[in-house]
């Protein structure tokens, strides 16, 4: 895997707060929207296909996380399609959803809607946790799961 790129958030620390969402608004403005198939090699290490859904776009990655909760260490590879399938191989469950994206203040929410599942989530990454931590959620949020285990993309993997 020469030349691959590494992205490196908040010195390798992932601040992230999640949510159930019950009722997304009607009047929402999307920035975007992509499908992502996620595969998990075991808990704390996935391999993600994200495709624009006009298709144009397609990334695949890599990822380390070690840690629950709200802030946690976080490893993202940028790897090729070859490599994705190579990986694909060792899967252990995998999860799909769809992804929009939505402004909000100075925060980007990213809303995910769970495939086979009655179950929509949203996140939002944040640069402290001083900032996680005073951050007021739009009140079209439900329950904050930050930190529940029930709620992992892992655990919700088939």
């Known amino acids: ?87 694909e191989n060792i899967v252990e469950k995998e999860i799909q959803k769809t992804r929009k994206c939505v402004s909000h203040d100075k925060y980007i929410i990213e809303i995910d809607l769970i495939h086979g599942r009655d179950l929509i989530l949203a996140e939002i990454e944040f640069k402290s946790e001083e900032e996680a931590n005073k951050f007021i959620a739009p009140e079209w949020f439900d329950k904050d799961v930050t930190g529940i285990s029930e709620f992992s993309n892992y655990n919700l993997a088939k």
């Open 1 to 87: 895997m020469k030349d691959m790129k590494i992205k490196r958030l908040n010195d390798m620390k992932e601040i992230e707060r999640k949510w159930i969402i019950k009722n997304i608004p009607k009047n929402i403005k999307y920035l975007s929207i992509v499908e992502i198939e996620q595969g998990y090699i075991y808990d704390g290490v996935r391999i993600r296909k994200i495709v624009s859904m006009n298709g144009d776009l397609v990334k695949y990655n890599l990822c380390i996380k070690k840690g629950k909760g709200l802030v946690r260490d976080e490893i993202e590879i940028n790897i090729d399609e070859n490599e994705y399938y190579k990986f």
